[in-house]
């Protein structure tokens, strides 16, 4: 199934690494490679490292000293490559003027195309512990014609017979052959813009290859975040989005 109007807000294709493998010299060396695509540069609080495990508790460590994420964002800014000392991350993104989601596969050959360039210089896939996948939709309550928050309108997994005010939940399930989990938070929020009530709702499916290339580990993940909104929608969602078999 495919959706010709997926409320897609952001799409991130990432990579983790054992211990300190982007430093700040090399950082200044690839921005040159890079600026005239991606020329403004923002700067973050590092992201804690995590090891997703199946059925105990993950591994959350967070990396020590003054370190910083770097934001590289091309020129119409709905691209950007996150790096810092442990992780690789490229998102695609929407932007005010409504740019139009180029599907998974085009977001995943950007991705690999820059890894490819970090990998020559660094010997990426040595230090490779840890892929993720998270899309963020973002689900506008008034184009189903609601005030509040009826949830068992947009998800069939939700059976609620009352209007909530705010929404945070949290669920996660392993996924054996991506030898991780797949994550799925909910949330209310407001757009700051003009005030309009939304439903975020992010899926992150993180883990580590499992006899597989990384290509077939992406792909497999897609997959998975896609059947995986496919199976808690509502066939109203689903026509609102203009599904495709």
Request: net charge negative; with cysteine.
């Amino acid at each position: 199934m495919e959706f010709n109007n997926a409320p897609v807000a952001e799409v991130v294709v990432g990579a983790q690494f054992e211990g300190i493998t982007f430093e700040n010299r090399y950082l200044y060396d690839f921005y040159q490679k890079i600026k005239s695509d991606f020329p403004f540069i923002q700067e973050q609080q590092p992201l804690p490292s995590v090891i997703e495990k199946i059925d105990v508790p993950n591994e959350n460590r967070i990396i020590q000293g003054f370190n910083t994420r770097k934001f590289f964002i091309s020129k119409p800014q709905n691209k950007l490559i996150q790096l810092q000392p442990d992780k690789f991350l490229f998102n695609w993104r929407r932007t005010n003027n409504n740019s139009e989601y180029p599907h998974f596969s085009v977001v995943l050959n950007e991705f690999l195309s820059v890894y490819s360039k970090l990998n020559s210089d660094l010997n990426l896939n040595a230090r490779l512990n840890q892929l993720e996948v998270t899309y963020v939709d973002h689900i506008y309550i008034d184009d189903f014609g609601l005030k509040d928050y009826e949830l068992n309108k947009i998800f069939k997994f939700i059976n609620l017979n009352k209007n909530l005010k705010t929404i945070e939940s949290q669920y996660s399930y392993p996924v054996d052959d991506l030898n991780g989990n797949v994550t799925l938070n909910i949330r209310s929020a407001k757009k700051n813009s003009d005030q309009r009530k939304l439903i975020v709702m992010e899926s992150t499916c993180r883990g580590a290859l499992n006899n597989q290339t990384m290509e077939s580990w992406f792909d497999l993940a897609h997959k998975e975040l896609l059947s995986l909104f496919e199976s808690i929608i509502t066939d109203e969602a689903k026509q609102k989005w203009e599904a495709n078999l």
